[in-house]
């Protein structure tokens, strides 16, 4: 049972709704065409989808320590979000929400938590330390796991130059200094390492919401 009736999507557009008025009408219109540019490419060919085998990749923990992605879920169930970065205030939001909706739940029924962005350990300690996360987090070191997923991308030439406006830039943030991110992806695996339910999204303002994890879960 979640602990909230507030969305992810209701939170964004709240949030919306005041980073708009913040950044001003020229950078908005940036990261709008961006966002409506990626809806019109679509999911790309190839990317994760239910019945896939998850595939094992090295990660790296908070800590800097490296760890296969096999020892983490450990042959149980689990559920696996790939966000963008700690820079990405649609990504926390997101991840505070888990936090607050789901992970107790999932502790519960056995089933595992983990979020992985291709960021250094640094940012993923920002991560657990923005949202207060009490789910594990790692660092996908040149997205080398998310490419085997076929759910990797990178901001527009255009949103990369608004970045810098904004006073960041996603390279910086990313443990092979690429722009490199992947799309927002929850991916709920069975013990035996099988993909049962993928849910890519290529707007990144749009994230896959907890009941549709839970239920997902209970498919199991």
């Not at 989808?49 to 992605?69: C, E």
């Not at 990797?152 to 990313?174: I, K, W």
């Amino acid at each position: 049972m979640t602990t909230s009736t507030r969305t992810v999507a209701d939170q964004v557009s709240e949030f919306d709704v005041g980073f708009a008025e913040t950044i001003g009408p020229d950078l908005s219109a940036v990261f709008a065409k961006e966002q409506a540019d990626l809806n019109a490419a679509g999911t790309p060919a190839g990317a994760v989808a239910a019945g896939d085998p998850l595939p094992d990749a090295t990660l790296t923990t908070v800590d800097g320590q490296q760890v296969t992605l096999a020892s983490v879920l450990d042959g149980a169930p689990a559920v696996i979000v790939f966000y963008r970065g700690a820079w990405c205030p649609y990504c926390n939001i997101t991840l505070q929400h888990y936090e607050q909706t789901l992970a107790a739940t999932l502790r519960e029924q056995g089933v595992g938590l983990v979020a992985i962005s291709p960021q250094t350990p640094d940012g993923s300690q920002a991560a657990v330390a923005n949202g207060e996360l009490s789910f594990t987090v790692l660092s996908d070191p040149a997205n080398a796991l998310a490419s085997q997923l076929g759910i990797v991308t990178a901001p527009s030439a255009e949103a990369q130059e608004a970045h810098t406006t904004l006073g960041f830039a996603v390279q910086d943030s990313n443990a092979d200094d690429t722009p490199g991110i992947p799309f927002p992806t929850v991916l709920v695996v069975d013990a035996s390492g099988t993909v049962r339910f993928a849910d890519v999204h290529v707007d990144y303002t749009t994230r896959t919401e907890t009941e549709e994890i839970l239920e997902a879960v209970a498919a199991l």
